[in-house]
């Protein structure tokens, strides 16, 4: 929805994971990855009419780089991403510069060879200044992009409606209006779209995918984006911060029986954050299945019982799990002999977050979610260093500082093998820290109707909707 009303300097293929230019044209790197200047796309409007330029680019980023500027409202979540990502007072983007009205460049602490890959994620649209400045705290209620669409409607908890931008600088959307409706769960998704009622969900009960798949009318469609579910430790509080507690619960976990039973055999068991094929996967690193080993871990390095805790889980489907109330009581069940008394306790979506990113909790069923195909994008806000903080990213609060200086050495190696081996050594500290329990890498299945035609999805998950539409 997000990437319909805003566009970024650069974007992903449509089908795929490259780069392609937006609204910037070109671009091109100096100093070894540190400089980029963008060449801006002429003759575009915002969706109130004012217009794109470098100035507006110049604004976009310093409202987001600086938590001291203006328009950097606390409404908007302190742009969580950006600062997991960039960082903030002092930011990775050192400056903004406006070269001429249709040039920017952006000027970074140091190299950074992902760099564009992420500029394309969604979260980093570029908003119009006028519209920023209008609304100002009330802007999230009224956002005014490029995209191909805009807001005409949104009634909170039912429904947002967008209708086709008739000044888009590009191909005027097939479609007219899209609307977009919360539904409960993965399994009301599905049955809404085997009665006709929605004609895309972009979440279904692996319970119904072949039947999905076996249907004339309907398709579905398994993203490639590898996602990560796991049970995160808040390091900081006891027991969790002896290591060896940490092991010991991962040892107790059956991985195999959670992709079988509660993943229909639809996922694959993690062993480590890295998915298998991303660059730093270590193949032959896995915590195999052993409770008795797992609990005498446990029972060494306490010194008496403790008390109850909680692990907390969202109450709503997630891309990494479809079911998060049976997986989170499978876990409490595997954890009944480890001499630690643990109930799962469901919590909304909201809030669970914000208790996460400020450490209150014990532990909880939480993922992480690939949008880049990158392991910068995949380690950095999860597991640095930097983002163990309150209302950070690192919701584990892990701390190390091998990691943290392996992670920032790789962003500026352009040399793919010596940057998989710094990823590979980060990884090895990671798996041995084991600041959380990683159970499966999962791909989220997205399923539509067969008169949606033109529909593209690439591997973030994303679809472009001006391409799109309906056969009657």
């Not at 000044?167 to 919360?182: C, H, K, M, Q, T």
Request: glycine share 6%; aromatic share 12%; net charge positive.
């Amino acid at each position: 929805m997000t990437a319909a009303i805003y566009e970024n300097l650069v974007r992903f293929d449509r089908t795929s994971l490259a780069i392609r230019p937006c609204l910037a044209t070109s671009w091109k790197v100096q100093e070894k990855n540190r400089v980029w200047i963008f060449q801006l796309r002429k003759n575009v409007k915002f969706q109130d009419g004012t217009a794109f330029d470098a100035w507006a680019v110049k604004f976009n980023f310093e409202r987001q780089m600086d938590p001291r500027q203006a328009f950097h409202y606390p409404s908007y979540g302190r742009f969580v991403l950006f600062a997991s990502l960039f960082g903030q007072s002092p930011c990775m983007i050192e400056k903004v510069e406006v070269v001429d009205p249709y040039t920017v460049k952006l000027v970074l602490s140091q190299p950074h060879v992902a760099f564009l890959q992420e500029l394309a994620l969604y979260q980093f649209g570029i908003a119009s200044p006028a519209a920023v400045k209008k609304y100002k705290d009330e802007f999230y209620q009224n956002p005014v992009g490029t995209g191909p669409f805009k807001l005409l409607e949104w009634r909170r908890g039912h429904r947002v409606v967008l209708v086709a931008n008739k000044e888009y600088w590009g191909s005027r959307p097939w479609l007219d209006r899209v609307i977009f409706e919360p539904l409960e769960s993965a399994v009301t998704s599905s049955r809404q779209l085997e009665r006709g009622h929605v004609d895309v969900v972009n979440s279904i009960s692996l319970s119904s995918v072949d039947s999905i798949k076996e249907s004339d009318s309907l398709k579905a469609v398994q993203i490639p984006a590898s996602h990560l579910a796991y049970i995160a430790f808040n390091t900081q509080r006891s027991p969790w911060r002896i290591a060896d507690v940490r092991r010991g619960i991962n040892y107790m976990i059956n991985r195999k029986e959670i992709v079988d039973r509660i993943y229909r055999g639809r996922a694959a068991a993690a062993s480590q954050a890295l998915p298998p094929g991303m660059p730093g996967h270590m193949a032959g690193r896995a915590y195999g299945y052993d409770p008795a080993r797992g609990a005498k871990m446990i029972a060494q390095s306490l010194k008496r019982k403790e008390q109850s805790y909680s692990l907390l889980y969202p109450d709503l489907s997630q891309p990494y799990c479809d079911s998060p109330e049976d997986l989170a009581q499978t876990i409490c069940d595997y954890l009944v002999d480890s001499g630690l008394s643990i109930k799962a306790v469901k919590v909304p979506y909201g809030e669970l977050s914000r208790k996460l990113r400020y450490g209150e909790y014990d532990l909880a069923l939480w993922g992480t979610i690939n949008e880049t195909g990158d392991p910068d994008a995949y380690l950095i806000p999860a597991w640095d260093s930097s983002n163990a903080r309150p209302g950070g990213t690192n919701v584990c609060f892990y701390l190390n500082g091998r990691v943290h200086s392996g992670l920032w050495k790789a962003r500026e190696t352009a040399d793919a093998r010596k940057r998989e081996e710094l990823y590979r050594i980060a990884g090895k500290y990671l798996y041995e820290d084991a600041p959380m329990v990683p159970l499966v890498h999962t791909r989220e299945v997205l399923a539509y109707s067969c008169k949606v035609r033109d529909f593209h999805i690439n591997p973030t998950g994303l679809s472009d909707l001006s391409t799109v539409w309906l056969e009657r």
